[in-house]
């Protein structure tokens, strides 16, 4: 819900850029401020999106390999499994099955 915020507040900062790119007076003077603002919000978040996967309930891929690393996960408190793709390099966050929780 936050993230659908800001990048509201990103897109009218964008937007009240564009305004006052096109009518000029006083609100150019933040021109630059609202563009880089505006773009920083949306980049930063589309990063954060990418970046940060959430935490999967699926069965891991047969080819997929299990590091042996557990964490639990500070945004869901769900013990979590660390799975490793050889093919790919990627890394597979998936919430670790219930009888691991006994580990």
């Known amino acids: 819900m936050l993230a659908i915020a800001l990048y509201a507040v990103g897109g009218l900062l964008l937007l009240i850029g564009a305004i006052a790119l096109l009518v000029g007076g006083a609100l150019a003077v ?7 603002g505006g773009l ?3 980049v930063a978040l589309a990063i954060e999106r990418w970046r940060y996967k959430p935490v999967r309930s699926e069965r891991p891929d047969p080819r997929w390999v299990d590091t042996g690393e ?3 996960d500070p945004g869901t408190q769900r013990l979590t ?23």
């Open 40 to 42: 920083f919000l949306i």
């Open 30 to 36: 933040f021109l630059p401020q609202l563009i880089i």
């Open 81 to 103: 499994a660390v799975y490793f793709d050889p093919a790919s390099g990627e890394r597979h966050y998936l919430a670790a099955p219930v009888d691991a929780r006994t580990h």
């Open 70 to 72: 557990r964490f639990v």
